[in-house]
């Protein structure tokens, strides 16, 4: 066993290296006390359940967040925000994407971070039912491409020019608008990623 005192710290710090590793979903009370050499009834006397752990995780985590220092157009601001989530989420995905499901840590994660995303969409002069819908459309966008890129899957690993040789070897007349598209693109030079260019779309509709 831990000859060191066990704190809530040290908890946290194991918790999170272990969810990093291998998931949410392994995280448990066994495989911490393992992790930390200790027996599990130890941990309960620092964190009382998994809930209360995983909202431990939420707040060390998120309060890492790299938030836009005020100041600058609401454009500017928006962006500085969606980049710092962004990074916040690669460098913790396991965690960060999986909340997802967990209202509760969701709503704590939420309340941690997006108070200058929300300054900056009602600094741009909306109403509150849009600031609200356009934050959230922001924070999916985020989320959504950082777990295609977590796996791979988005279209700046893969390249615009993986799916256009697809398109290549299919029948035009099944997907003529797409051949067409990429048929256009397929010479064009560009250093502008999908997050940038995803982020464009997002300002230019708030706008």
Request: net charge negative.
């Amino acid at each position: 066993m831990s000859e060191s005192p066990l704190t809530r710290q040290a908890i946290l710090t194991a918790a999170l290296a272990l969810v990093d590793e291998q998931g949410i979903e392994a995280l448990s009370m066994r495989r911490l006390a393992a992790a930390l050499k200790v027996d599990p009834m130890s941990i309960y006397h620092h964190v009382p359940n998994k809930a209360a752990l995983v909202s431990g995780l939420v707040q060390t985590v998120f309060s890492e967040m790299a938030l836009p220092a005020p100041g600058g157009s609401w454009p500017v601001q928006v962006r500085a925000w969606a980049r710092a989530y962004r990074d916040l989420a690669l460098a913790h995905p396991n965690l960060v994407l999986q909340i997802v499901t967990d209202a509760a840590a969701v709503s704590e994660a939420a309340i941690l971070v997006s108070e200058p995303l929300y300054a900056a969409l009602d600094s741009a002069g909306l109403g509150a039912r849009a600031v609200v819908d356009s934050a959230n459309t922001l924070i999916d966008f985020v989320n959504g491409y950082t777990l295609a890129l977590a796996e791979g899957t988005t279209s700046q690993s893969a390249g615009v020019g993986s799916m256009g040789e697809r398109l290549a070897a299919m029948d035009p007349d099944q997907v003529p608008t797409m051949c067409q598209v990429h048929d256009a693109l397929k010479d064009e030079q560009t250093t502008s990623s999908g997050f940038e260019a995803g982020l464009d779309i997002i300002i230019r509709g708030i706008s």
